[in-house]
């Protein structure tokens, strides 16, 4: 089954055709008919004997795209002058960059910003370090540290290839929670060498966001940094999607009925993500989970388990099934993959409880097409943007850290990260929940706030904040320094 064409796969078309009726209607059909979508059509020059239009196409990939370019080279009397991937372009000289929060227009202003007047403010924060909340960028700013060892579903491609990637989650932590992020591409993969990279670095940052390191290491560098550092340390891949998975559930069972206590889950992939997700679905109440990795399902006693995987033998599948996928999946309700494309079948479906729940969040392609599952799957969810019900990590992170740094805390727990998964969950009202809406959009404004104010909140109680009142903040009383 095709994929559908996407914006990830966008190219724009710098066309000269004859200026004459019907020959941009060749051109359009002719994209169509080679499975292209046409977006924006727009005039670059028109008249006399020619004309030129750039023509925006989405593709499925990067041999689609090529294919729809070559069937317009192929009509007669067009000249395809110009090829622009829009991906690419939006890369040219990186996504982010630095702005100053002030201009300096005289020398005062330069006195007081840099030497000599800075030298005071350096002071006070020696002899009280708090104060470099107030004082610096530490506020509100968040390292994005990356080996570059599991990027999205391209695996080890190395710090330098992971760059685009942290650029983005930067994007993304200042537009939808206004966190000053900044990407940290380590050059190593040695664990011990990338814990003490990080608390070197770590007196310049209000939180450490951890990203796409390869487990089982990315546990033990999370496992240290959180004991060693007194910031919040995060490592997104798991906790984040575990909170929008678990959001994503408390929608999905006010329409199944079915409760947390009585479900059996079904994991397909069993590395950091499936391990948080699996965590806090149980923390929530699910008491029925069995994990499958490549090797089939994980089970007390199998033999040469990592230290993630014996924990879940440990801790998950109670009857201890062994086999298959298909084997576990029989009367579940719900499955959880976090693995490779088309694992689940229609089979496995149809074995599956009444309104099976379905989480197929394999990326670019998911565990199982939701044209495959529909009519016979009650929710079906996947992690991309062209389906509904995306179950994407951005409405966890930015809104998270927004509200760790609000109140300073100390590190991010148990029970802010539950905070954060119900608010999601509650950010739709209960009578517009639907099969096709268990999730809002990462464009919905309400999400951000809504889990920052709960986090803030879960940490207070859960004593981890230093800062507690939500007055304005002033640190103008210096004189002494």
């Known amino acids: 089954m095709e994929a ?17 009726a019907g020959a941009l209607g060749q051109i359009l059909i002719t994209v169509g008919e080679a499975g292209g979508m046409v977006g924006a059509v727009d005039i670059v020059r028109a008249g006399g004997e020619t004309s030129v239009r750039d023509v925006t196409v989405n593709a499925r990939d990067s041999e689609h795209a090529q294919s729809v370019v070559r069937a317009v080279e192929e009509l007669p009397d067009v000249r395809v002058v110009n090829i622009s991937d829009r991906t690419f372009l939006m890369h040219l000289g990186g996504k982010i960059e630095v702005n100053s929060k002030m201009q300096l227009r005289t020398r005062d ?6 030497t000599p007047g800075v030298a005071r403010v350096c002071r006070a924060i020696h002899q009280s370090p708090e104060r470099a909340f107030n004082l610096t960028i530490k506020r509100n700013t968040v390292a994005v540290v990356s080996d570059g060892t599991a990027v999205l579903g391209l695996g080890d491609i190395g710090p330098r290839a992971a760059m685009p990637v942290m650029e983005g989650k930067a994007m993304l932590f200042k537009e939808f929670a206004d966190v000053d992020a900044f990407p940290i591409c380590l050059d190593t993969k040695d664990t011990d060498e990338i814990v003490e990279t990080v608390k070197r670095i770590a007196p310049g940052f209000g939180g450490i966001n951890l990203e796409d390191i390869s487990a089982p290491r990315c546990f033990e560098i999370e496992e240290r940094l959180k004991r060693e550092l007194d910031i919040p340390v995060f490592h997104d891949d798991q906790h984040g999607t575990a909170v929008v998975v678990l959001a994503a559930l408390i929608n999905s069972l006010k329409i199944t009925g079915k409760k947390m206590g009585e479900l059996k889950a079904v994991f397909s992939g069993v590395g950091a993500a499936g ?6 679905i149980m923390a929530a109440g699910v008491e029925n989970v069995v994990g499958c990795d490549s090797r089939g399902v994980v089970y007390k006693g199998r033999e040469n388990l990592d230290a993630a995987k014996s924990w879940f033998a440990g801790n998950t599948n109670p009857e201890n099934i062994e086999g298959s996928l298909a084997d576990a999946v029989k009367g579940a309700d719900l499955f959880i993959g976090l693995s490779v494309p088309n694992v689940l079948t229609v089979e496995h479906l149809d074995s599956m409880n009444d309104d099976p729940i379905i989480f197929a969040m394999a990326n670019p392609d998911p565990e199982i097409r939701p044209e495959a599952a529909y009519g016979h799957a009650r929710i079906i969810a996947t992690g991309r943007s062209d389906y509904p019900n995306q179950i994407n990590n951005v409405l966890c992170f930015p809104g998270i850290f927004r509200g760790a740094l609000d109140i300073r805390a100390h590190e991010i727990t148990e029970e802010m990260k539950l905070a954060a998964a119900n608010a999601i969950a509650n950010v739709i009202p209960e009578d517009s929940v639907a099969p096709d809406y268990i999730i809002p959009s990462v464009f919905d404004e309400r999400v951000a706030p809504a889990v920052a104010d709960a986090v803030a909140e879960a940490g207070k109680k859960a004593g981890t904040a230093r800062r507690i009142s939500d007055k304005p903040e002033t640190d103008f009383d210096a004189t002494k320094f």
């Open 109 to 114: 202003d330069l006195s007081m910003a840099y």
């Open 4 to 20: 559908i064409p996407s914006a990830s796969y966008s190219t724009t078309l710098r066309i000269e055709f004859p200026h004459r």
């Open 275 to 280: 391990v948080a997700c699996a965590k806090i």
